[in-house]
Nanobody
């Protein structure tokens, strides 16, 4: 069982930066693939980024070069550093964990956090 708690979401101006954190429970955190998704009002949940236990990362094209995912296995925490934020980044951001997900497919991720809201004003 893994429990995920996100934090760090807030209102920020366009062009600004923000770091989201996701704290995970459980002693096997390092074995999980960790991911970030987002869901804007009226839209489907969208894959943002994922990081494997060895540090391999992947990103959706719209955030490449602006967002960086990282993990600290000693702290059971995954981060999403977001910079050059745009109004279209406004969404609820969710942390997810699974041992063998299809990264772009939300239904293949077993564990989810409750979400943290990011609002980017123009």
């Amino acid at each position: 069982q893994v429990q995920l708690v996100e934090s760090g979401g807030r209102l920020v101006q366009a062009g600004g930066s923000l770091r989201l954190s996701c704290a995970a429970s459980g002693r096997t955190f390092s074995s999980y693939v960790m991911g970030w998704f987002r869901q804007a009002p009226g839209k489907e949940r969208e894959f943002v980024s994922a990081i494997w236990s060895g540090g391999t990362t992947t990103y959706v094209d719209s955030v490449k070069g602006r967002f960086t995912i990282s993990r600290d296995n000693a702290k059971n925490t995954v981060y999403l550093q977001m910079s050059s934020l745009k109004p279209e980044d406004t969404a609820d951001y969710y942390c997810a964990a699974d041992q063998r997900p299809l990264p772009l497919v939300p239904s293949t991720w077993h564990y989810w956090g409750q979400g943290t809201q990011v609002t980017v004003s123009s």
